[in-house]
C-alpha cells in the first residue's frame, strides 16, 4: 500500500541538511535559507537555514515529504514544529568535521526522548578527504551497535535515495 511519509532531516550546522533534500526532492524545494551574519570558524559558505526547507520525492509506492531544519541553536524552536507526527527521521553528521559530534548525540537524544520513531545516521561528506567512515562515527558518537549509520554524499542522488530506502524499511 502507498504511504505518505513525514520525514524530517535533522543534523548541526552545516551538516548537509539543505543539500540532501535539493538533490532527491521531485520538485523546487521551498528553502528559507538567509546570508550568515556572524563569522564561524571554518564555514565558507554564505547562506544558512533559518526556518526549514520542504521537498517531495516519491520513492517506490511511498510519497516522503522531507523537512530540513535549521542547523545554528539558535533556532532550536523549529525542531518542536516540525518533529510532532513524524515517521522517522535523517540524522545528518558532517563525517569529515568530527567537531559535531557532540551536537549530534545531544539530537538524537532530544528527537528519540521526546519522538519513539526509527532513524539512520548517515556519515555525510564520504567523498571529502579524510572523511570518517561510519565506523568511525558510530565510535565517536558512542552509537548503539543496533543504530543504522550509513555513508552518505549529499550531493550524489543515489546515495541519498539509498539513505532514505533504507530508513523507509525501517518505518
Ligand atoms: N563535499 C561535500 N560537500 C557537501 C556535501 N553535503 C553538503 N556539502 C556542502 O556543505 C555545505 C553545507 O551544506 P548545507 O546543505 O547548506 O548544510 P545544512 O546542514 O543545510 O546547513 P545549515 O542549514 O546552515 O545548518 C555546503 O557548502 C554544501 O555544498 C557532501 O556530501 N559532500
Ligand atoms: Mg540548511
Not at 119 to 148: F, H, T, W
Not at 151 to 163: D, E, N, W
Request: neutral net charge; aromatic residues 6%; proline residues 4%.
Amino acid at each position: 500500500m502507498s504511504r505518505s511519509l513525514k520525514i524530517v532531516v535533522s543534523g548541526p550546522f552545516s551538516a548537509g541538511k539543505t543539500r540532501f533534500i535539493k538533490t532527491i526532492s521531485d520538485i523546487d524545494v521551498v528553502s528559507t535559507e538567509r546570508k550568515i551574519t556572524r563569522r564561524i570558524e571554518g564555514i565558507t559558505k554564505k547562506t544558512t537555514t533559518v526556518a526549514m526547507d520542504y521537498g517531495r520525492v516519491a520513492l517506490g509506492e511511498d510519497v516522503l515529504h522531507l523537512y530540513g531544519t535549521p542547523g545554528q541553536a539558535r533556532f532550536d524552536f523549529m525542531w518542536e514544529i516540525l518533529a510532532p507526527e513524524m515517521d522517522g527521521f535523517v540524522l545528518l553528521v558532517d563525517a569529515a568535521d568530527l567537531n559535531t559530534v557532540d551536537e549530534a548525540r545531544e539530537l538524537i537524544a532530544m528527537f528519540t526522548a521526546a519522538h519513539a520513531v526509527p532513524y539512520v545516521i548517515a556519515a555525510n561528506k564520504q567523498d571529502m578527504e579524510g572523511a570518517a567512515s561510519p565506523a568511525k562515527l558510530r565510535r565517536a558518537l558512542d552509537a548503539d551497535p543496533d543504530i543504522l549509520i550509513m555513508p552518505c554524499v549529499a550531493s550524489r542522488k543515489t546515495s541519498v535515495r539509498q539513505v532514505l530506502a533504507q530508513l523507509v524499511e525501517l518505518i
